[in-house]
């Protein structure tokens, strides 16, 4: 230990001591007697052994390299730039890469204790759901030992009223659920566990954007009463203007927030306080462990819990229906059909680093053989070859690093662009924190290695041209190129797949008018009275072609299915697939006397009675048996990439009005009348604030996201193609010149520039091809990630290999015929006499 | 090996016992080794001064400031309490060896 401090000690005095060495020394020289001075041996030498013995050498010998390297830097301003510019690109895209999935994924969220937390899901033998109902929520924050706190959220839309009715997305929440995450309002005061006591004032807080935006971010709204839905309610204040809560997507826009113990008042009829049936009332729900105790622990202990409740409501609970449970302080978390996904991000960001490497290395190989000359002159001079490599090893480290400051700069506003692009949670804290630092230097350093260690031991070894150094840079940067290319190829083509694709159903005409019945309370006969008139007004509406009612609007976000036997659930009216232009295959459409009956798809048929006559066969459903009246052809309505869907339909029952939808087919495009059907809808309730939208913005809507992952694969691919083409040309203009002299001999031979290209780019083909298929393979192999996104295509599709290999393979020939053309034009008798 | 040279790894015992009465200066150390030796020893200044550095660093001597016979500010070196211990195991170690290879010698 003394020593360490004696050694730092003598490092940061330095100086001093260095003198007051020389000082001993020259007083030992000049005390010696005058004819034995010379034996005092070379001053140097003796100075350089002693400060060796202080171990600093290393260091002496880093700066030494670090300051020649900046100065060589200095004096080659393009191969600087042109190297700080590829890294920068390289490592900018993986951090870029890396902090959208540290954000999302690793970076607790801005909430008090985040480690604690923990989200619940259902997990029954028949469904999986995000969601759990509420009042069992209650019971297990009633019972439990193991569980803090628990909080629950919802988002939902009700309708505010200050002058006129409007549409405003409302949180709901507990009471506890801002106290307990920590959350600070921006004025006026938040809820409270007080605020849930029955009897208490019926209160809102205010999202603080959406108090800017409507109120003007006037302070005085606090204590001011707005209607919701039509009842008075209070404002307590507002939140904060970073507020995100648990859930980001929502909490981003939510605009309003109440409680679900006041729900019972805003929306009398609302089933969410007393329904066990997760249809009727789930929401998300979190909770906060208690001190010492486990995720693992928590979800034991409230199996029994659940088992409980299930045998308390078996009408609405299945039997080993219970609760999983995950972290939940985070933005999103992992299921294993994204974790492929993730791995195949990941091998494409680092093979554009490999590209990047590939480039660089061979820049370096080059650069390094320009230095022969001061690489003699050291050795000479009693280098080792350890030490000229790690001077050069050095010198790509000092590279490196300012590649990897600038990738860094460059991915915070890449990832600031990319969020707005695709869209995502805006106010995440997307800057860098210590994580990114240490993971871009660490790529910087990792870069430096692959780049560097070649050129730095060939300029050691001083070895010459034939190096299969540069063929395996050229070769990576070519393989990579081909991978990324092929998997653009391969969602483009999947993606036009998907656009031009025919659904099953006419989705281009139809307007979706959903009146939200049961966020206001309807009871089924009033819903069954509204929708009625509804259809009758909507029918005499010049435009309207024809309507059907339906519990699930296609392409929504509602869902009903039967995962065991995979048939997506409807409950339709009569006219439903005339509205869609679903041809009935055999059999007829439901009436409106229809009881105990079922339409089929025909795949339901094909899947479950083959071979037999489906029109003689029953479908079991909540008790009963049901006849099958009808087929009607294939309409995927949910699954747009799902080929082993089969739909199932059944004649709507009463209950099932509060919460469906109209769908309207029109005969005039329907962006155009879309609005006015909305108004029709809320011109029959003043209190409802329907929403009318088009199926065709549904289906854009559900095609942006493969739009977007094809569009950062393919800026991915052109990247590398760019680059991989620069790679290329560099190296096929440095063997041309290195062989001039070679051609001109060629030439004055007799040569035609045909053979002349042929014997110098022979071996550049062979290794081309070499790589385009290590390529292919590569590519063939990662493509199975991709499966589930290839709508219509397969992975494996050939039109897509070939076209990605063509195009790299033309690039790079025209990438090699330009030096060579060159080269063929020089003058024979220049080019022999050419060093 | 030269006449003159010294056993490889006894210059630093040497100097540690040379120091054991007081403090020397660098000059005084190499004049003291080949007195005491008989003019036998002679140490080579190449190799003073690194050695001194090891122990410095080594924390068995310390540096202090005094004046020479010829009127000069020059660094005295002076044993230090761990000094003292390493220079006791390395003589306690030498004397070993060298019976082991007086024994050899006197038998084989």
Redesign the interface.
Same mark, same amino acid.
């Given at each position: 230990m003394?020593?360490f401090f &004696?050694?730092l000690h003598?490092l940061l005095n330095r100086r001093r001591l260095e003198r007051?060495?020389q000082?001993?020394?020259d007083?030992?020289r000049?005390?010696?007697p005058a004819g034995n001075r010379n034996?005092?041996?070379n001053p140097t030498?003796?100075r350089e &052994?002693?400060?060796?013995?202080?171990?600093w050498s290393w260091l002496d010998r880093l700066m030494q390299d670090l300051r020649f390297g900046v100065r060589l830097l200095r004096k080659s301003p393009g191969l600087a730039c042109t190297a700080i510019a590829v890294l920068a690109l390289g490592i900018g895209v993986n951090v870029t890469a890396f902090t959208f999935v540290d954000v999302m994924f690793f970076k607790p969220l801005p909430v008090r204790d985040p480690q604690s937390l923990v989200r619940f899901t259902t997990d029954s033998p028949k469904i999986r759901s995000t969601q759990v109902a509420y009042p069992a929520i209650a019971f297990y924050r009633a019972h439990n030992t193991v569980l803090a706190e628990v909080l629950a959220q919802y988002a939902t839309s009700m309708t505010m009223t200050e002058k006129t009715p409007e549409a405003v997305r409302a949180g709901i929440v507990t009471g506890n659920y801002f106290s307990d995450l920590g959350a600070a309002p921006a004025y006026g005061r938040l809820f409270t566990p007080a605020d849930e006591n029955p009897g208490a004032a019926p209160v809102v807080v205010l999202g603080y954007g959406f108090w800017q935006r409507r109120f003007g971010g006037d302070a005085s709204v606090v204590g001011r009463v707005i209607r919701l839905n039509q009842r008075p309610a209070t404002i307590l204040g507002v939140t904060a203007y970073d507020f995100l809560g648990l859930d980001p997507e929502h909490g981003e826009r939510d605009e309003v927030w109440t409680l679900f113990s006041q729900q019972g008042y805003f929306t009398p009829e609302n089933k969410m306080l007393t329904s066990f049936a997760l249809n009727d009332s789930g929401v998300k729900m979190y909770g906060r462990l208690k001190p010492g105790v486990s995720i693992k622990e928590a979800a034991a202990a409230l199996e029994p819990l659940s088992e409980e409740l299930a045998h308390d409501h078996p009408e609405a609970i299945q039997k080993g229906q219970g609760l999983v449970a995950e972290p939940g302080g985070y933005a999103a978390s992992f299921s294993s059909n994204e974790a492929a996904g993730f791995a195949l991000f990941a091998a494409l960001v680092l093979l554009i680093l490999c590209v990047a490497c590939g480039n660089l290395g061979n820049l370096l190989l080059s650069h390094a053989l320009t230095r022969e000359r001061e690489v003699s002159i050291r050795l000479a001079l009693g280098a080792t070859r350890g030490r000229i490599t790690r001077q050069f090893m050095t010198e790509s480290l000092l590279l490196a690093l300012v590649g990897s400051a600038t990738g860094l700069l460059l991915s915070y506003y890449a990832t600031r662009a990319l969020v707005l692009v695709l869209g995502g949670p805006r106010r995440m804290n997307f800057s860098p924190d210590w994580r990114i630092i240490v993971f871009s230097l660490g790529l910087g350093v990792f870069a430096s290695i692959l780049f560097g260690l070649a050129p730095a031991r060939h300029a050691a070894r001083q070895l010459q041209q034939r190096s299969r150094a540069r063929t395996i840079f050229m070769g990576a940067q070519v393989a990579a190129s081909c991978v990324l290319l092929v998997l653009t190829a391969l969602l483009v083509r999947g993606l036009r797949q998907v656009l031009n694709s025919d659904l099953g159903f006419d989705y281009k005409h139809i307007v979706v008018v959903d009146p939200q019945l049961y966020a206001h309370g309807y009871a089924p006969p009033n819903a069954a009275e509204y929708m009625r008139q509804l259809q009758a007004q909507t029918a005499q509406e010049p435009g309207v072609a024809s309507t059907s009612l339906a519990y699930i609007a296609p392409m929504g976000h509602r869902l009903r299915v039967n995962f065991s036997t995979h048939a997506y659930i409807n409950s339709i009216t009569p006219g439903y697939f005339r509205t869609l232009s679903i041809p009935i295959l055999r059999g007829r459409d439901f009436n409106t006397k229809d009881a105990d009956v079922a339409i089929v798809s025909q795949s339901y048929a094909n899947k479950f009675w083959p071979g037999k006559d489906p029109m003689r066969q029953t479908v079991q459903w909540d008790g009963k048996q049901l006849a099958v009246i009808g087929i009607a052809a294939n309409a995927p309505i949910m699954a747009l990439r799902d080929g082993s869907a089969s739909e199932l339909y059944l004649p709507d029952a009463e209950n099932d009005l509060v919460e469906s939808v109209m769908l309207v087919r029109t005969s005039r495009p329907p962006e155009v009348i879309s609005a006015s059907l909305g108004k029709i809808a809320g011109s029959l309730d003043s209190a409802l604030s329907p929403k009318a939208y088009t199926l065709k913005s549904s289906f854009d809507d559900k095609v942006s996201d493969s739009q977007k992952i094809t569009g950062v694969v393919t800026g991915l691919g052109a990247l590398a193609f760019a680059l991989a083409l620069i790679g290329l040309w560099g190296v096929v203009s440095y063997t041309v010149s290195r062989r001039t002299k070679e051609i001109g001999i060629r030439l004055a031979l007799g040569a035609t520039p045909a053979r002349i290209v042929e014997a110098i780019l022979a071996k550049f083909l062979v290794q081309v091809s070499a790589s385009l298929v290590a390529g292919t393979i590569l590519a063939a192999l990662l493509s199975i990630a991709l499966r589930h996104e290839l709508y219509g295509v397969s992975n494996f599709d050939g039109f897509s290999y070939l076209s990605a290999i063509t195009l790299l393979a033309v690039a790079s020939g025209v990438a090699a015929l330009i030096p060579a053309r060159r080269a063929l034009q020089v003058d024979p008798m220049v080019a022999l006499r050419c060093e | 090996m030269a006449k003159n040279e010294m056993l490889p790894g006894t210059l630093g015992m040497l100097i540690l016992r040379v120091l054991q009465p007081g403090a020397l200066?660098?000059?005084a150390i190499?004049q003291r080794i080949h007195q005491l030796s008989g003019d036998l020893l002679q140490v080579?200044?190449?190799s003073l001064?690194?050695a001194?550095?090891?122990m410095?660093? =080594?924390?068995w001597v310390r540096?202090e400031w005094g004046v020479?016979?010829?009127n000069? =500010?020059?660094?005295f070196y002076r044993l230090t309490a761990a000094g003292r211990k390493q220079l006791q195991s390395e003589m306690s170690d030498f004397d070993r060896v060298m019976q082991g290879i007086a024994a050899v010698l006197a038998k084989a």
């Open positions: 003394g020593t &004696r050694r003598y007051e060495l000082n001993d020394m007083a030992h000049e005390m010696m034996d005092f041996g030498r003796l &052994r002693s400060r060796e013995a202080w171990g | 200066h660098g000059y190499a080579e200044e190449g001064y690194p001194l550095q090891r410095l660093l =080594k924390g540096a020479s016979e010829t000069r =500010k020059v660094r």
